[in-house]
């Protein structure tokens, strides 16, 4: 028995569905300052006494620009057939407004051939954070023309990649960046202003509606959208004021970007709540970042339980915690899928990252994550119930292919289906990713019992596969 996952879990997914694994570029390529790459905001942060739990940086990381070749042959034996990671806008224009740096678009070219041939479908992200560092010295995402230079790296990334690729998102997480990075500083570029995180907001919602507009007009074949990281509000109790603070989170969180793409407003709560922190928008912004998209990802790890008093310990739910801190709330991905899905016009949603670090156990050669499995095979059971409830799922991917560089946690969080040890880069695929991989080969051996079956029968749409052994 390699995994705790209960036996009697059943789910149903459409014959199209996509499954995958995710990164991002800092996270695993290391190659920090060759072959020509600039520096980026993560670059420099970590190198800001205290801002990184265990003091390290990405310089090294898994070295999968040097891996890759390894890495995408781990990626084909898993057995899923989609790869989601980003280009490092610093790798392939290294000041973000000046020459183009060839050696590294070249890097993404053979990357993304090297998946075609092996029949794994590319995902691309354009922005996992990782802004040129020249930019923030005038300004940053929180000045207007950072939008008109990541149009123009687009466009190159679109011009370069676009022909192969399955899909380009434009931005991943862009709460992460304005509130983490602008009003909180625990990441790149570490600014503590309201104001600024807010006007960010705006510029990275403007720069994905431009560049989808841009890269429409090229003739971009690629589906395009964005991926936001979600999650449902819960009050931590019936106090009124508990309940108003949940909504106003909610509108911080999920409202004040989905709006927008899909409403082409931004919510009022959430603007007299800003009052004079309120983003300085345009007249034609609004419009442009309601630009409709081919997908919506959605990056999903727990619910929040909100107290106006800020006291909800979330050891309070009696549910496994991860390593992060984080609550295991599966039926919260199902939640948050349908309402996503009844109030805005969506098109179909991929769950984008999806995942829990935990503390391994290795023995004997091989990693034993039970928890790890448990959270994930869960969470694919969470998605297979929004479809049966009607929402347009296309895919799901699981954080990540590899344990890597955790931002602010480093290197002591470990997201991996895949074991790094960082002292070797030898890669171990731990239990889970050996469950997923079975997961995946009964998946497609009922689509050939399916397929088969359709020559004399009704073709049916779906798969239907217990999630245990
Ligand atoms: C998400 C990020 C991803 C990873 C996971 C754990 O917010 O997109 O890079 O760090 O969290």
Redesign the pocket.
């Known amino acids: 028995m390699i995994y705790s996952v209960p036996s009697d879990l059943q789910m149903n997914f459409p014959r199209d569905f996509v499954w995958g694994v995710a990164t991002?570029a800092y996270?695993i390529e290391g190659a920090a300052i060759e072959d020509g790459k600039g520096l980026s905001v993560w670059d420099k942060f970590c190198r800001v006494p205290g801002a990184i739990a265990d003091g390290s940086d990405g310089d090294i990381a898994c070295d999968h620009y040097h891996r890759w070749q390894e890495d995408i042959d781990l990626i084909a034996d898993l057995g899923v057939n989609a790869y989601r990671f980003s280009v490092s806008w610093p790798r392939v224009r290294p000041t973000g407004s000046g020459e183009w740096n060839s050696k590294g678009m070249d890097f993404y070219e053979r990357l993304v051939d090297g998946l075609m041939k092996r029949g794994i479908q590319p995902y691309v992200t354009l922005n996992?954070w990782d802004l040129p560092a020249e930019l923030q010295f005038t300004g940053g995402w929180a000045s207007r023309d950072t939008v008109f230079r990541f149009v123009e790296y687009a466009s190159k990334v679109q011009q370069r990649l676009g022909d192969r690729v399955h899909a380009i998102t434009t931005h991943?997480?862009p709460w992460?960046m304005s509130v983490l990075g602008h009003k909180r500083g625990i990441f790149a570029p570490g600014i503590k202003d309201r104001a600024i995180a807010m006007q960010v907001s705006h510029h990275l919602l403007l720069s994905h509606g431009m560049a989808l507009k841009a890269l429409r007009e090229q003739g971009c074949t690629a589906g395009l959208g964005i991926v936001l990281?979600l999650s449902p509000m819960h009050p931590a109790s019936d106090a009124p004021q508990d309940h108003a603070k949940t909504v106003l989170e909610d509108g911080l969180l999920l409202r004040w970007y989905m709006d927008p793409l899909f409403k082409g407003t931004y919510p009022s709560d959430v603007l007299e709540h800003l009052g004079g922190d309120a983003p300085r928008v345009q007249s034609g912004d609004l419009d442009i970042i309601a630009t409709p998209m081919d997908f919506l990802g959605i990056?999903y790890?727990s619910r929040s339980v909100v107290s106006a008093a800020g006291t909800w310990d979330v050891h309070l739910s009696g549910r496994e915690i991860t390593d992060?801190g984080w609550e295991v709330y599966p039926e919260g991905l199902t939640e948050l899928l349908l309402r996503v899905h009844n109030d805005y016009a969506v098109p179909p949603i991929y769950v984008t990252?999806n995942?829990g670090?935990f503390k391994d156990v290795c023995n004997d050669g091989q990693i034993h994550d039970p928890l790890r499995t448990d959270y994930i095979a869960r969470h694919i059971a969470a998605v297979s119930e929004a479809i049966r409830q009607g929402v347009r799922m296309k895919g799901y991917m699981v954080?990540?292919l590899l344990d890597n560089f955790?931002?602010a946690s480093g290197y002591e969080k470990r997201?991996g289906i895949v074991h790094v040890d960082y002292a070797t880069q030898r890669r171990t695929l731990k239990d889970s990713a050996l469950w997923y991989r079975g997961f995946l080969h009964r998946q497609s051996a009922m689509r050939e019992n399916y397929d088969a079956a359709a020559t004399q029968t009704n073709h049916s749409e779906w798969n239907t596969v217990a999630i245990g052994a």
């Open positions: 991002s996270q996992h991943n997480e992460v990281n990056n790890y992060m990252e995942g670090a954080w990540s955790e931002w997201f």
